[in-house]
């Protein structure tokens, strides 16, 4: 049952964690000071899993934290990270530096660097049959309505060319979609839909403005992409797969008062044993 299904949490800004059978990957790991502290990862999260996967996008402290490598030496990490953070990073056996284009195989999993804007990547990993993908940095960043006409053709001109080296059949899309651009806020997640056809998009980067990231899934309700977005922190979403399209259920919130669920939760057999009522059956 597990191999159809992906877990995916979201914590802020680009962090994610997905789980696939028993690997875990998280996307773009980072803390924020001002948030309440039971909001961080943990060790007791990432307790159970086979392997851990922390992937590191581009250099910049929205995409890491250097506390992720004084993490347990007992936890079955492995670091993968763009190429330009090679003078950031400590150069150690689980940590693997991937220019666009490359790939290496981790136990199970295998991932792929991507070009992106800047010196990033995005990252593809294959796992348990399913391919997820985190754009990283990667979108269509002009402000249309501020930029000269000449810029704007460059810049969707070199988003074009990126989105053709970007992977095909994704079954998990995570990309930007920032409403501080406007009133084209979407137009690089909306080409990103059109041109790869992924079967599931979350957005991501969007800061405290869920009411964007509401019109954005109101807009693209009935496309092919089905358009989930995760607006609390440590909000999920069960992701299975065994049926065309996915269907989704979304795990209750602790209440106030109550334990935060973990990561591993999801390990169990039955991981819609604490869910609201099915989004979609």
């Known amino acids: 049952m597990l191999q159809n299904m992906v877990n995916v949490t979201y914590f802020y800004r680009s ?12 996307f773009s790991y980072t803390r ?12 007791a999260d990432m307790a159970g899993f086979r392997h851990i996967v922390v992937f590191i996008p581009a250099p910049s402290v929205a995409h890491m934290d250097v506390e992720a ?7 079955p990490v492995d670091f993968v990270a763009a190429q330009s953070l090679k003078t950031y990073i400590p150069e150690q056996e689980n ?30 990993a294959k796992v348990a049959e399913r391919t997820i993908y985190h754009a990283g940095e990667l979108n269509l960043w002009h402000w249309r309505d501020e930029n000269d006409a000449r810029t704007v053709m460059e810049i969707e001109q070199q988003f074009n060319e990126l989105l053709d080296a970007q992977p095909s059949d994704i079954d998990l899309a995570m990309f930007p979609v920032d409403p501080r651009q406007g009133g084209f806020y979407d137009e690089g997640a909306n080409r990103f839909m059109r041109k790869k056809l992924p079967k599931v998009l979350i957005p991501m980067h969007f800061g405290m403005q869920a009411e964007a990231i509401n019109n954005f899934l109101r807009e693209h309700a009935g496309i092919q992409t089905l358009v989930l ?53």
């Not at 962090?15 to 998280?26: E, G, I, P, R």
């Not at 940590?95 to 593809?124: N, Y």
């Open 69 to 75: 490598f004084s993490w347990p030496s007992y936890l």
């Open 32 to 43: 924020v000071d001002d948030q309440d502290r039971d909001a961080w990862i943990s060790p």
């Open 15 to 26: 962090c994610f964690a997905v789980s696939v059978d028993k690997t875990l990957l998280l």
């Open 95 to 124: 940590v693997h530096f991937l220019k666009a284009g490359e790939s290496v195989e981790l136990l199970e999993t295998k991932v792929t660097a991507h070009p992106s804007v800047d010196d990033g990547v995005a990252f593809s």
């Open 229 to 281: 977005p995760i607006l609390s922190v440590r909000g999920g979403l069960v992701l299975d797969y065994s049926h065309t399209p996915p269907h989704y259920y979304v795990p209750k919130l602790p209440q106030q008062g109550e334990e935060r669920q973990l990561l591993s939760a999801y390990l169990q057999d039955s991981p819609f044993a604490s869910t609201d009522m099915p989004i979609r059956l």
